[in-house]
Nanobody, 127 residues
């Protein structure tokens, strides 16, 4: 089992920044990659970013590319999501997720690809 705990959400004005953290514990060696997803009210959970734990390869949704940065501190088993130039449409509950296997881009954007999930942290961007 892998336990994931997010933190760092909050209320911010448009144009502002937040940094989300995801602390992993348990069998973290089972994890191949970590991802961030978000879910706005009435919408499906959508892919935001992904990072492979050893190679550090990163991938982003087009909607956040150039504004968000995903990174890891493997020594601390923590994944971060630095969010800059926030927009009201970024408002959502943000979830951290762990993927045990490598996969292709048409799979890693899908929530079903990830075996472990955090409880989520609310991000609200006011206009």
């Amino acid at each position: 089992q892998v336990l994931l705990v997010e933190s760092g959400g909050g209320l911010v004005q448009a144009g502002g920044s937040l940094r989300l953290s995801c602390a992993a514990s348990g069998r973290t060696f089972m994890t191949y990659a970590m991802g961030w997803f978000r879910q706005a009210p009435g919408k499906e959970r959508e892919f935001v970013a992904r990072i492979s734990r050893t190679a550090g390869r990163t991938y982003y949704a087009d909607s956040v590319k150039g504004r968000f940065t995903i990174s890891t501190d493997n020594a601390e088993n923590t994944v971060y999501l630095q969010m800059n130039s926030l927009k009201p449409e970024d408002t959502a509950v943000y979830y951290c997720a762990a993927d045990r296997q490598p996969s292709s881009s048409d799979h890693w954007i899908l929530p079903v690809e990830y075996e472990y999930w955090g409880q989520g942290t609310q991000v609200t961007v006011s206009s």
